[in-house]
């Protein structure tokens, strides 16, 4: 792909959560006993931050000075005109052995900036905001015999349904939310008394897994692997994360969260070893943000966004998507990135390449009326 056209956090805490799952002797992998786990990252992740466009002829003036800020990691290049932000090194490891995959300026059917509905659309598989079941369960049903697995205390939307699938969670007590504990972290992160303070409890949290009694990301996705890799596991499996909505301070916020995304791919890669070679994991937000800085050293609501693939089954080492341009007259309406590639196309990419879903059901009943959106091609390696 030419720039020039369209076209961990440690697992201890981890392996404590996971203490109290049950018991499953491992399968051995075979080629037609495929995985598939969904990561949504609620908030709208800053893709222009997380994949850095570096040979956009735009993207110095936009984004130089914000990406190379003091303090901030250096970017690890992975293309001649792409980088990965430097939190993501075992992301760079994985495109680097083809086993990531990123997907530039993806959005689901809904172009509007709410959360809510952006979100909607995505887990409900269709071109609007309203339904009451998503497309990763009724993928489910149209599998004979598979079934679905939710790390999250209430079922999400996207794997509502008739199909086999059930949530956990783990038995963790209150604790603060997260997006607050951000904020206050910021608030007082010039207070020489109070700083170090906060970063001493924030680390206490994370070693526990807190949070309104969910798993942070890492510990998550080590879950789902510990699931999805016994004998009698679900085929597909979704995590969700929030805190990815930076209108201020993002620099601190991303260089966190994105350790946390980086952390939990090696989780989930280190756990699922048996299964790793035939699952794919996929990394989506609900839009991206601005491409132009606020004032408030954020970004705020977007549409185009950034999706990345990563697990053994995937076809990886390179960027796919159309990227548009960051130039003035190429952004949305002059304000953030276009988006070239419909979010349904890649799912019906990966599910129908690595699942084995047929266009018959992805068409009529995973992505009801969709006929006319063709799945994206080599996404997976094919035997």
């Not at 209430?154 to 783990?170: I, N, Y």
């Not at 992160?189 to 949290?205: Q, S, V």
Request: proline fraction near 5%; hydrophobic fraction near 45%; include cysteine.
């Amino acid at each position: 792909m030419q720039l020039n056209r369209r076209g961990f956090l440690g697992l201890g805490a981890g392996a404590l959560a996971c203490a109290s799952l049950p018991k499953f002797a491992l399968a051995a992998s075979s080629a037609a006993d495929t995985r598939f786990l969904l990561v949504l990252l609620r908030g709208g992740l800053d893709g222009l931050h997380a994949l850095q466009a570096t040979g956009d002829p735009a993207f110095e003036g936009l984004r130089g000075s914000f990406s190379q800020a003091q303090g901030q990691p250096q970017a690890l290049r992975i293309t001649s005109d792409f980088a990965l932000h430097g939190k993501l090194q075992y992301c760079a490891d994985l495109f680097a052995a083809r086993q990531f995959l990123p997907i530039v300026a993806v959005a689901p059917p809904y172009r509007q900036r709410s959360h809510f509905e952006a979100q909607d659309c995505v887990e409900n598989g269709t071109t609007g905001t309203s339904g009451t079941t998503g497309w990763l369960n009724r993928c489910v049903a149209t599998l004979p015999g598979s079934k679905g697995l939710a790390l999250s205390a209430v079922m999400p939307l996207a794997m509502r349904g008739s199909g086999d699938v059930s949530t956990w969670s783990p038995p963790l007590a209150p604790g603060v939310d997260p997006i607050l504990w951000q904020q206050l972290q910021q608030l007082y992160a010039a207070d020489p008394a109070l700083a170090p303070t906060f970063a001493a409890i924030d680390t206490r949290m994370e070693s526990m897994g807190a949070g309104g009694g969910a798993l942070r990301l890492p510990q998550a996705m080590a879950a789902a692997a510990k699931f999805m890799s016994a004998a009698t596991g679900p085929r597909i499996g979704f995590v969700e994360d929030t805190g990815w909505d930076t209108h201020g301070g993002e620099l601190a916020v991303l260089d966190r969260k994105l350790a946390e995304l980086d952390a939990g791919l090696k989780g989930f890669h280190d756990g699922a070893a048996p299964i790793w070679g035939n699952t794919v994991i996929a990394v989506v937000t609900e839009f991206g943000r601005t491409a132009a800085i606020n004032g408030t050293g954020g970004t705020d609501h977007g549409t185009g966004g950034i999706s990345f693939l990563a697990g053994g089954a995937v076809k990886g080492g390179r960027i796919a998507g159309d990227w548009p341009g960051l130039g003035k007259s190429q952004l949305n309406e002059g304000r953030d990135l276009l988006a070239t590639t419909d979010m349904r196309a890649l799912f019906k990419g990966v599910l129908r390449d690595h699942l084995g879903s047929s266009l018959d059901a992805l068409a009529r009943t995973v992505f009801p009326d969709s006929a006319g959106l063709s799945p994206m091609n080599g996404l997976v390696r094919t035997a």
